[in-house]
């Protein structure tokens, strides 16, 4: 969560992660683990999520899908 918050980008899959280079590769699930805060609403489309960081998304109005 931390990175995604200083990315200006505000909806996140598989290739803008891999473009901000948050991911190394697109080939693997990818799951967004909690890990520091989020203010602004995002909204996400990964294989997995933490469910702290999901809900951390969602209180500051975001999204998350998974896809498979």
Known sequence: ??????????????????????VRSIKKPIKVLGYGT??????????AISEKAKAAVEAAGGKVEIVK
Do not use: M, P, R, Y
């Open 38 to 47: 989020i203010s602004k609403a995002i909204t996400l489309k990964v294989n």
């Open 1 to 22: 969560l931390k990175a995604l918050e200083k990315s200006g980008v505000l909806e996140f899959d598989a290739k803008v992660l891999a473009d901000q280079g948050l």
